[in-house]
């Protein structure tokens, strides 16, 4: 199975500040038709996980520009820019280049 | 307006098999390119994905556990079943259904509330 690997495990951010999360993965998530499909997801506290970037850095309707995707390959990076309180909760990256699908292993964001 | 709701026993014995049913409104299964899929999270780790059904019918399991899963759709295509057998204190999660598209839309765009089910004897 591909293991995506999230670092850092948990971040504390000044609000205003930026946040940035990394997923490395154990094998390159582009497909043979081109396409990438890394995706990430936040589950706010006590709620069901939400989209928020698909296919690497297309971010989903409704999502604000402050989150940026990017990466390519195994390396895949979230940045949080200007990090506001509705922003906490744990992150999750998500693959379903291969079979399985996988989820890595989550990053908490906690606000100062 | 899309919404999908689990629904499961809440608490069963182990070695027993597990029955969840996701309903779900405003699509359609039988929609080209439709899928929706069952994932779980026990509490306080990470999400598993485990299975899915597309529009035609067809089935897709985690390698991992596929010798215990079927995942099955109602005629209706309204309503995802999963059935787990043989359960056991692994089995204890939070079950969530999601809906993601196969020719485009390849996101889940919509989740369940999820149901947490304990396995406990």
């Known amino acids: 199975d591909v293991v995506l690997t999230q670092t850092p495990v948990s971040l504390s951010v000044t609000l205003g500040d930026q946040a940035s999360i990394s997923c490395r993965s154990s094998q390159s998530l582009e497909y043979s038709d081109g396409y990438t499909y890394l995706e990430w997801y936040l589950q706010k506290p006590g709620q069901s996980p939400q989209l928020l970037i698909y296919?690497?850095?297309n971010r989903f309707s409704g999502v604000p520009d402050r989150f940026i995707g990017s990466g390519s390959g195994t390396d895949f990076t979230l940045k949080i820019s200007r990090v506001e309180p509705e922003d906490l909760g744990v992150y999750y990256c998500?693959?379903?280049?291969?079979?399985?699908?996988?989820f890595g292993s989550g990053t908490k964001l906690e606000i100062k | 307006q899309v919404t999908l709701k689990e629904s499961g026993p809440g608490m069963l014995q182990p070695s027993k098999t597990l029955s969840l049913t996701c309903s779900f409104s405003?699509?359609?299964?039988?929609?080209?390119?439709?899928?929706v899929s069952w994932i779980r999270q026990p509490s306080g780790k990470s999400l598993e994905w485990l299975a899915a059904i597309d529009w035609d019918g067809d089935k897709y399991y985690n390698p991992s556990l596929k010798s215990r899963l079927t995942v099955s759709k109602d005629t209706s295509n309204t309503q995802v079943f999963l059935k787990i057998t043989s359960v056991d204190i692994a089995d204890t999660a939070t079950y969530y259904c999601?809906?993601?598209?196969?020719?485009?839309?390849?996101?889940?765009?919509?989740w369940g509330q999820g149901v947490m089910v304990t396995v406990s004897s």
């Open positions: 999601a809906r993601r598209g196969y020719y485009s839309a390849h996101y889940f765009d919509y």
């Open positions: 405003g699509f359609s299964l039988s929609t080209s390119g439709m899928v």
């Open positions: 998500f693959q379903a280049t291969h079979d399985p699908f996988t």
């Open positions: 296919g690497v850095s």
